[in-house]
């Protein structure tokens, strides 16, 4: 008779309890306000980690008032490699072509 072999039966309740245990991403609880030049004025609310949100571009300002860094960049894509961090309660003025939150 052949032994019985634990490791696949291991293997596979290992696996199911580690996605039972992962989360999904959540939003960043809290808001980010952006302000134009001319005036206008954007809040987006429990934004969602590394969803890109458009900014106003340059001269403006973004503050971050959740609970997690945010990342804004100078392109309206998120795409730029110019990773310029804003923390939390944290007001940034410039070019803000776009940011996406970290967490």
């Known amino acids: 008779m052949r032994p019985f072999n634990r490791l696949p039966v291991l293997l596979a ?12 991403a959540s939003a960043a609880p809290g808001f ?3 302000y134009s030049p001319d005036g206008q004025v954007r809040t987006i609310t429990d934004p969602e ?9 340059e001269n403006s300002v973004v503050v971050n008032r959740t609970e997690g860094t945010i ?8 795409r730029t490699r110019i990773f310029n ?4 309660d944290g007001t940034r003025h410039g070019t803000i072509g776009s940011f996406f939150a970290l967490d």
Do not use: K, M, Y
């Open 85 to 88: 961090p804003v923390d939390p």
């Open 49 to 57: 980690p590394r969803a890109c949100h458009q900014g106003f571009g």
């Open 32 to 34: 980010v306000r952006l």
């Open 71 to 78: 990342l804004i960049f100078p392109d309206p894509n998120c």
């Open 13 to 24: 309740v290992a696996g199911t309890l580690a996605l039972a245990c992962a989360s999904p």
